[in-house]
């Protein structure tokens, strides 16, 4: 399966909830419900045993900056076992800089280029972003 970069659609999520499913949906609410500032989550203000039935299909990361606050890694501290299935097992592996035969930037490289233009997204802007890729195989959509 290949998965082009050009299909990959990033924009802030507050302005994209229409595009949510249903899980999405139920996630954001428990997040942000109605709150009409929207402010990245701080680690010590999520509590895992709240979001028990999204976990599967969550990652959390520490960012690794710089002294000019300039985003150099991320490393994965939990990671869902729904996204275990797809990327394997990447918990505290810094996903940007590894690059030995095992890691994310190896195994997945279109999936990893994807990553990083993402977690740079969220890192500038500074506010939850939305995302979706078409996944195509041998040249054609594949709806899933």
Same mark, same amino acid.
């Given at each position: 399966m290949s998965i082009p970069h050009k299909s990959l659609f990033i924009a802030p999520a507050h302005?994209?909830?229409d595009l949510f499913t249903p899980t999405q949906l139920l996630l954001w609410q428990k997040?942000?419900?109605d709150a009409e500032t929207i402010l990245p989550?701080?680690?010590?203000?999520? !509590?895992p045993m709240e979001f028990v039935d999204f976990l599967? @299909?969550?990652?959390l990361g520490d960012l690794v900056v710089n002294d000019k606050n300039e985003l150099l890694d991320v490393t994965m501290r939990l990671v869902g076992t729904s996204l275990t299935k797809v990327f394997g097992e990447i918990t !505290?592996?810094?996903?940007?800089?590894?690059?030995?035969? @095992?890691?994310f930037q190896k195994r997945m490289s279109v999936t990893y280029k994807r990553f990083g233009v993402m977690l740079r997204e969220l890192f500038n802007?500074?506010?939850p972003?939305?995302?979706?890729?078409d996944y195509f195989e041998n040249d054609t959509p594949l709806d899933l």
């Amino acid at each position: 399966m290949s998965i082009p970069h050009k299909s990959l659609f990033i924009a802030p999520a507050h302005e994209n909830i229409d595009l949510f499913t249903p899980t999405q949906l139920l996630l954001w609410q428990k997040l942000y419900g109605d709150a009409e500032t929207i402010l990245p989550l701080q680690r010590s203000g999520f !509590n895992p045993m709240e979001f028990v039935d999204f976990l599967p @299909n969550i990652w959390l990361g520490d960012l690794v900056v710089n002294d000019k606050n300039e985003l150099l890694d991320v490393t994965m501290r939990l990671v869902g076992t729904s996204l275990t299935k797809v990327f394997g097992e990447i918990t !505290n592996q810094n996903m940007l800089t590894d690059n030995d035969e @095992n890691s994310f930037q190896k195994r997945m490289s279109v999936t990893y280029k994807r990553f990083g233009v993402m977690l740079r997204e969220l890192f500038n802007r500074k506010i939850p972003m939305y995302s979706s890729v078409d996944y195509f195989e041998n040249d054609t959509p594949l709806d899933l």
